[in-house]
C-alpha cells in the first residue's frame, strides 16, 4: 500500500536549519510528484512547492523562494524539505503529500502524517 | 494571485446535509478538490475534479461546481463528519501553483 513516512518532530532555534524527510513506498517513487503543504498553528493549509520526481525540478510558491530547498534522494524514495535561516513564523506542522499521476491539475492523493518544526530561542 | 474563499463555519444537525462552498472567479473553469482534516491528523482528500469521489470515500460526499462557486455536500451528516474541509485548485499565470481556500469548520450539533 502506498505510504509516506516523514521524519519525526523538530525543536530549533531561530537562525538553524532543518531537514524534514518524507519516505515513500508502495509505487514507483518517479512516477509521481511530491508536494509539500504548511500549516501553521490554529490555520489552514499552505501550499510550498511540488518536486518533480522524475527530472528533480523543484518548483516554489511565491513566499517561499530562497530559504526552501526541496530535494530527493531517488535511490530510497525519499524527498525532503529544507529551511535555513528559520524564523518563529515557521513554526508549523509540514506535510508532504502525492500528486495522482498524469492528470494537469492534481489532487493530492497520499499525505505523510506531518512534522512538527517548532522555533524557539 | 487568485484566490478561494470558504465561510470560515457550517454547522448542521446528524443527518440532515451540509453544504460548503468556494468561491473564486470563474472558479467552475479549474478542476476542484476537496479535503477533510479531523484534529490532529493529516488532510484526507474526499473529492476530486468537482465531484469524483476517490475509493473508499462514502457515498454521502459530493461535490458540484459552476460558476463562481464549487460546492462540497455531505449528506446524511454523522457525527463523525466534524472536521476541516478545504478547497483546493490550481491557477496558472506566469507558472501553476495551488491554492488552497481557508478551510471550512464543520461541526455536527
Known amino acids: 500500500q502506498v505510504q509516506l513516512v516523514q521524519s519525526g518532530s523538530e525543536l530549533k532555534k531561530p537562525g538553524a536549519s532543518v531537514k524534514v524527510s518524507c519516505k515513500t513506498s508502495g509505487y514507483i517513487f518517479t512516477k509521481y510528484a511530491v508536494n509539500w503543504v504548511r500549516q501553521a498553528p490554529g490555520q489552514g493549509l499552505e501550499w510550498l512547492g511540488w518536486?518533480?520526481?522524475?527530472?528533480?525540478?523543484?518548483m516554489y510558491a511565491q513566499g517561499f523562494r530562497g530559504r526552501f530547498v526541496v530535494s530527493l534522494d531517488t535511490s530510497v524514495s525519499t524527498a525532503y524539505l529544507q529551511i535555513n535561516n528559520l524564523k518563529a513564523e515557521d513554526t508549523a506542522v509540514y506535510y508532504c503529500a502525492r500528486e495522482t499521476a498524469e492528470v494537469a491539475t492534481p489532487p493530492f492523493d497520499y499525505w505523510g502524517q506531518g512534522t512538527l518544526v517548532t522555533v524557539s530561542s | 494571485s487568485y484566490v478561494v474563499t470558504q465561510e470560515p463555519s457550517v454547522s448542521v444537525a446528524p443527518g440532515q446535509t451540509a453544504r460548503i462552498t468556494c468561491g473564486g472567479v470563474n472558479i467552475e473553469s479549474k478542476s476542484v478538490h476537496w479535503y477533510q482534516q479531523k484534529s490532529g491528523q493529516a488532510p484526507v482528500l474526499v473529492v476530486n475534479?468537482?465531484?469524483d469521489r476517490p475509493s473508499g470515500i462514502p457515498e454521502r460526499f459530493g461535490g458540484s461546481n459552476s460558476g463562481n462557486t464549487a460546492t462540497l455536500t455531505i449528506s446524511r451528516v454523522e457525527a463523525g463528519d466534524e472536521a476541516d474541509y478545504y478547497c483546493q485548485v490550481w491557477h496558472t499565470d506566469t507558472d501553476l501553483y495551488v491554492v488552497f481556500g481557508g478551510g471550512t469548520k464543520l461541526t455536527v450539533l
Open positions: 518536486i518533480n520526481t522524475e527530472t528533480g525540478d523543484p
Open positions: 475534479d468537482d465531484s
